[in-house]
């Protein structure tokens, strides 16, 4: 009896000391973390030989979950792996189209053999499935040209191009020296915006009187959760706005030196600009039946003024006459206009030169005290 006690002995521990020299590890990497609906992903797989025992061979089969698809690696045969070495493999994945975002996974079982012995080892690799929003300003309106002090409606569509929906979107506008928004406070929200949808979104802006013309923008800010609730975005996104103006000239005349009948004088012309937008690259082309000339002013910025003085030769002139002023230039975004005002002239007489009577006078006294001197001689 203590024969067959000592026999089972050795075998038991014959047995421990074998198991305790076959050891295979096995681990995992995801080429993503998170996997898309419709995605390709690939599972490399790490084998190793951690025991002192050379593995004679490994069978790992991959059973797949919910919403995943095995495209290659479902048996995989590696042979033998000597002791503290290591064998790789791959397991390609594709995630269904209509997937929702949740976990799945790949179930694996592992077959390895050391000689006679053969031993099992099984587990699960977790795959997280996410539908993401993606979302899009897209078909941006201005009910009326954005001016300085003006209001208007600015309306856009936010499309959700991606493959979840969107939770809880927040769509703020920051407000900035440019703009202020009324009623709304610059913020609103849609409960839910499913994929491939969009929803039109309104806001009235009052623009800044003092804002500058040209080209800002305005920025949208994004807030929202993906499906799940568990994951929030936050983004910016600039909305182009093209400021523009009123260019008006307003033209008056004034006479100038010398500017009378029978002489060669000068008209004084002004030139405002009495709208909201500067004007650039002013040029006055000034003529009339007396003269003509060519200006260059440059900017001519809203509420300023320039003055031009065209001489004029008057010594054929008998009355009120027309001064045409073709004037060209550009606004900030470099457009081209032309415009024609025309101003009435009207000459006046010129003034009595007092000293040359002064003169003649002191002469006819000289001529009179010399005629009646001689007279008394």
Do not use: H
């Amino acid at each position: 009896m203590k024969k067959i006690f000592f026999i089972l002995l050795v075998f038991l521990l014959s047995v421990s000391l074998v198991e305790a020299t076959v050891s295979l590890s096995i681990s995992w990497q995801l080429s993503a973390a998170t996997l898309r609906p419709g995605s390709d992903t690939t599972i490399s797989l790490t084998f190793t030989n951690a025991g002192t025992d050379v593995i004679t061979n490994v069978i790992a089969k991959a059973t797949p979950g919910s919403y995943i698809k095995i495209i290659s690696g479902g048996k995989i045969e590696l042979g033998g792996i000597s002791s503290t070495t290591s064998q790789q493999a791959a397991i390609s994945i594709k995630v269904d189209e209509n997937a929702p975002s949740t976990t799945s996974y790949v179930y694996l079982e592992v077959d390895y053999y050391t000689g006679t012995s053969s031993y099992e080892k099984s587990f699960y690799i977790p795959l997280t499935i996410k539908r993401k929003p993606l979302l899009e300003i897209k078909n941006v309106e201005y009910s009326d040209s954005a001016e300085p002090g003006k209001t208007l409606e600015l309306s856009f569509e936010i499309l959700n191009s991606g493959d979840g929906p969107a939770k809880d979107l927040q769509i703020t506008l920051n407000q900035s020296q440019l703009f202020t928004t009324i009623s709304s406070g610059g913020e609103t929200t849609i409960k839910n915006l499913d994929p491939l949808k969009y929803e039109k979104i309104r806001f009235d802006i009052t623009i800044n009187p003092d804002a500058s013309v040209g080209i800002n923008s305005i920025p949208v800010k994004l807030t929202y959760y993906d499906e799940t609730k568990e994951t929030s975005y936050s983004e910016t996104k600039n909305i182009g706005i093209s400021i523009t103006g009123i260019i008006e000239f307003v033209t008056t005349f004034e006479p100038g030196e010398n500017f009378y009948y029978s002489n060669v004088g000068k008209a004084e012309i002004t030139l405002s600009n009495s709208g909201t937008a500067p004007a650039e690259y002013v040029t006055i082309k000034a003529s009339s039946d007396f003269g003509s000339k060519e200006f260059y002013i440059g900017s001519l910025d809203s509420d300023d003024s320039e003055t031009i003085k065209l001489v004029q030769d008057l010594r054929g002139a008998t009355g009120k006459y027309p001064i045409t002023l073709d004037i060209s230039y550009k606004d900030r975004f470099q457009n081209i206009y032309s415009v024609t005002e025309i101003v009435e002239a009207m000459p006046t007489n010129a003034p009595v030169d007092y000293t040359i009577v002064i003169v003649i006078v002191v002469l006819i006294v000289i001529a009179v005290w010399y005629y009646r001197k001689r007279k008394k001689k």
